[in-house]
Structures are given as C-alpha cells and as structure tokens.
C-alpha cells in the first residue's frame, strides 16, 4: 500500500463523513469554487498565459486551489485543473478560448488513436502532482484535499466532438458504430486516469472525484457500457494500486439510475445534480454519503430563494450522511456575498 | 363541443392506441420525420425563402408534412411546423441562420412582455391551420394527423435567452429572481397555445402532442411550477373548449419523474426520450400509451445494432400499449435506407 502524506493528519470532516459519519453541520464545499466568480482568481488568471498554463503551472495552480479556503473556510480544497489535462497530456491538441469553451483536434476513429501516448502523458502529470503537494502543504490541516478527473466515457465526448455538444452525438455514434475500437479509446483513458488519480494520491490528496458530466444523455445500454463498467475498471485498478482513499462518483443527469451506477461501482459518495429527485437522494442515502443537488442557479439568485432552499436541503438530509454542495459548478456571475451567506446558513452563523 | 372533420373518420391505428387499444404491429411514426434527411424536403426547403418562410406557407408546409407518409407509409403524419411560430406570432422576433439554430430578440423581464400581442398571433396562426386542413384532405384515411405545440416552458426558455442553451439559465434565473413576472410569461403562453391547438383541431389534427424539451434540467419544485403546473392548465382550458383529442406529453429528461408528470397532467401518451429506462417505460405503460425511446443515432449507425435495438424495443413492449417512435426527431444525417427497414422491421416484413 502506498502511503500517503494524508496519512499522517486527522481525517477532516469531509473525510469523516465519506467514511459513514453523519456530521451537523454537513462539510460543504462547491464545484468549481476555485474559478471566475472570485475577482482574486480573474486577478492571477490575467497573469497566466493561457488556461492550460495554469492548469500546469503548480505555483499559480496551488494559489487558486487555495483562494476559495481562505475566503469562505470550505471543508475541503479541490485541486484546481481541468477534466481535459488527460487527453492534453496524452498529446491531443486542446486549447481553451475564452467564452467558447474547450477546443480539441478531434480523435475521429480508432487509427487516430496511435497519436495518444501514454507515457508522454505520465510525465506531463508531474506538474499536477507539484501543484497537488505544494496545496497539501499550505492547506489547513482540518480540511480535505480533493483530486479529481473526468471519467473515461466523459473526457471521450470531448476527444471525439473535438468540442463540447449537448447530445454528444459524435462520440455516441462512434460507440455504436465500432464498439471495439471505442473501447480501446476507453480503455486507454482508464488506463492513464487511474496512472493520474493515483499520482494525486501520492502527492497529497485525500479525496478522489469522478466527473462524468456527460453521463446522462445515454440509454442504459450504453450508460452501462460506457458509464459504469470503465468507472468499475478504473476503481478496480486503482484499489489494486493500494489507493484507498474515498471516492465520490458524479454521473451528471442520470437521475433514478444513479442507485445502479451507486451499486455496480461501491462509490463511497454520490454526486446529485441540480435534477435529482429529493426521493432519488434520500434512497441512495440509505447506503452511502450524498453530497450536492443545490441549484447554482439559486445561488445566483439569492435573497429568500437562496434562504428557503438551502432549509430545505439541509432539512431533508438531517441525520443521513451529507455533504453540502451544488447540483453543477458554481457559475461565474455568482456575487461573492451569496456564496458567504450560503456557508453561514449551513453553518448555523448570524446571517 | 366543436366537431372537427377528423370525427367522421374511422380511428387511425394511432387512435385507437391512444384510446386503450394494444396494436401488433404497433403505429410508427418519427419526431421530425418531415426534415433534412429527406432530399425531396431539401429540394422544397431550397425553394421556400427563410425557414419561418416555409413553416407559414400552406401549400409548400402540406407539401412537407405528407413527404414521408408518401415514402415511408408512417401511421402518422405530423404538421411540419416549428415550436417558435407561437413566440413569432405573438410577436417577437424570430430568425433561423443554417447551421446556427434559432435567433430570438430576447424577452428580457416583465416589462418586455407589452410587445406580445395575443389577437395578432390569433390571426397569424390561421395560415397554420389552412396547413393542417390541407393536409387532411389529402392524408390517406388510416393516416393519423399530429397537431403541436412547445410546452410553454420549453417555448419560454428560447424566448427569453434568445436562443437554445443547454442549461436555460436565463428562464431558470429569470424564474428564481421573479417568479411572479416569469408566471405572466408562462400564462400568456398557456393561452396562446390553447388557442393555437384548437385551432389545429378543428382543421383536422386528430392527436395533439406537446414538446416540452427542455424539461429535464428542472429541480422537481421547478418542473412541478413550470412544467406540470401549466401543462395541467393548458389542457383544462382545452378540455373546456370542448377538444377531445387525445393529447400526448412528451417531457424530455424528465426520466423516473415521468409517472409524476402523467399522474398529474392525465395526458394520453407519454413520449419516451432515448435516456429513459426501460422499467421506467414498463411502469408508465401500466397506466398509459408509451411512445419513443430508440436512439436517433442507432438509425444513423443502422445494421446489427438498429436490427437488435428495434427488436429488443418491440419484444419489451409486446402487449403494452406502445407507439413506436424515436426518443428524440431524427437527425439529418440518417440514411433514408436506415428509416425503410426500420419500417419494414417494425412491420414483420421481409428485410
């Protein structure tokens, strides 16, 4: 078993409750809360060169992590990068413009798939590791340090679209067209996923997260052979690497099914989206901790909206196993004081 | 109660399903089945002026709407139209640029819904109707004819973020921040959209289907304000004009809330998008008609996987009341051979 730095400190509160603790006040911290919606992020984001530079730039990268913790003391810090680092170090071509979302040379069939280089990518991980290492070691001790990446079937979506798209029909088409060599993309992003969660563990992190935002638009026929049996791959692996952190699964948009993915996977925690059913949530904390489902939206909102939904939330998930967050990212346009008032009510402050 | 022509009709093979009957071969017929896969529509489509230019002339629109009754011998012909010729005749302004979607001057608050116009819409829509009652003279008998709206959510996103979004923030902000302005929006809708239905009733729609596309990002205290609540009120003041036909509901994403959204609308059918389980599927077909499900892409990729696909569909809803259908409008990139044997799949006929 490797161990960890995270070893050595007392399990905070996130962990605690990973682990089958019910804490009152839940732990809370928000998707993407490293991001633009902090003047004091927009402020070293103008300093970096590009997106990606940050991303691989481990002083900067740790000062982000870092900036969310400082200003509201989140329970847990989550390492700032970005879910399209995998296929970059792997050697497809990304670029991120500003307002357009992610761009990459798309990955168009299986013989495309010989530009991708696995161990070019593991040297490329390093600076993530550095980032990892240097934000443990400033981070304060009570509070967890989240890695993460994007799941295989996810980071594909982009590989193959060379783009976001709302339907995904690019990479869905793919699969069902030549499943073998799909598989063999999937496989390779299992492969160098569970290479980079395991890197993030060594160098620091307590707390893994899977992000497979793109999870919800499949049947369950794909949704189980591209969903869940990679994310069961990538688990099974990463266990057999002696990684035993805590993992939280986030299969944005799959709704009722999320306590089959919950079963296949023996994820430690369950993302919820903005579109969870409060009955889905409930069934699934019978079993395993459940974090998010707070609309960003409301948050952008505020005022008596802000107040009576985060009541109600912390209302029906009072002695279950709970870690507040939203449904998705927290979005840009969201005023600082709504994000202070937010962890106030959670926290029972004077508000 | 308002006699439409279509009652002294025999009852399609569509009807009678949306009656209560079990039909083997189910009824089959596409969302979207009128468009851009089709080359005799791309030849009219290159003909007409603009794309709203189309949707409003009677004699090209009947054209459309019966090319792939002529083709494919659909159980149903469907009104070729679009879900925004209600927000452009109430007004607002509406534009297609190829490849771009729709272009809307958005609606941007309250104070923005003086320049909707409900007498003026009255009286655009009429150009609509003078299609649907072309269509039916000239439908074949047995051949059912769809009349349609965009649910008042789904019309209402579009119309305030000026085009489609793939998260709605702007109605969704718009909702949260104001929901008593964003309820005047959403009535006004309901009672355009009354209008408009009966309106295609009595020139002849048999069947009504409401598109409610974006239903599914929706937390369940919003999809029941926004979504179910003005469903429920469009078809009581439907109900109360004296329209009998029957209705199908097709709230796409919605997945296991779908028996909630049936339960309190009492629609005829509930569409199936391509995501929906098949349990979820089995238990609305307990109490109601199914339509829809298969993946628009597996009739892009055909061969094996459209065969298995299709009779894995079938065999699923032997002995339910089911009405074949795809789970989202086929795109325009589908080989019309792929649609042929679907067709002659669903059909039992020689392939």
Redesign the interface.
């Known amino acids: 078993m490797i161990t960890k730095p995270s070893d050595a400190l007392p399990p905070s509160r996130l962990e605690r409750v990973l682990a089958g603790e019910i804490l009152s006040p839940p732990p809370v911290w928000l998707m993407r809360q490293a991001g633009r919606y902090l003047p004091e992020y927009r402020e070293v984001r103008a300093r970096a060169g590009s997106f990606l530079d940050l991303c691989y730039d481990p002083k900067l990268a740790a000062e982000v992590t870092l900036q969310p913790i400082n200003r509201f003391g989140f329970d847990a810090a989550i390492l700032f990068s970005d879910i399209l680092v995998v296929p970059h170090a792997l050697g497809q071509e990304v670029g991120f413009t500003e307002g357009e979302g992610p761009r990459l040379d798309p990955i168009a069939g299986e013989a495309a798939l010989g530009r991708l280089d696995l161990s070019q990518a593991t040297k490329r991980y390093e600076r993530v590791y550095e980032t990892v290492a240097r934000v443990r070691s400033t981070l304060p001790r009570e509070t967890a340090l989240i890695g993460f990446c994007g799941a295989p079937w996810t980071v594909a979506t982009y590989m193959v679209a060379g783009r976001g798209s709302?339907?995904q029909?690019a990479a869905?088409?793919w699969a069902?067209?030549d499943p073998a060599g799909f598989a063999r993309l999937i496989d390779l992003l299992v492969e160098s996923s569970v290479e980079y969660l395991a890197g993030q563990v060594a160098a620091g992190a307590g707390v893994l997260q899977i992000f497979d935002s793109w999870a919800?638009?499949?049947?369950?026929s794909e949704?189980d052979r591209w969903v869940i049996r990679p994310t069961v791959d990538l688990l099974a692996r990463l266990r057999s690497r002696g990684v035993t952190v805590p993992v939280i699964g986030f299969a944005r948009?799959v709704?009722?099914?999320a306590p089959s993915y919950l079963a296949a996977t023996g994820v430690d925690a369950i993302g919820c989206d903005?579109?969870m059913?409060?009955s889905?949530m409930l069934e699934l904390a019978r079993t395993t901790a459940v974090q998010g489902?707070l609309?960003p939206?409301?948050l952008?909102?505020g005022?008596d909206?802000l107040d009576r939904d985060v009541r109600s939330l912390l209302a029906a998930m009072t002695g279950k196993r709970h870690v507040f967050n939203l449904?998705?990212g927290i979005?840009p346009e969201t005023p600082t004081e709504h994000v202070a008032r937010l962890v106030a009510l959670i926290r029972g402050e004077r508000v």
Chains 1, 2 share one sequence.
């Open positions: 709302p339907d029909a869905r088409l069902y067209r919800g638009s499949l049947p369950d949704l948009g709704g009722a099914r903005t579109a059913s409060r889905t489902n609309d939206l409301v952008v909102a005022g909206r449904g998705h979005v």
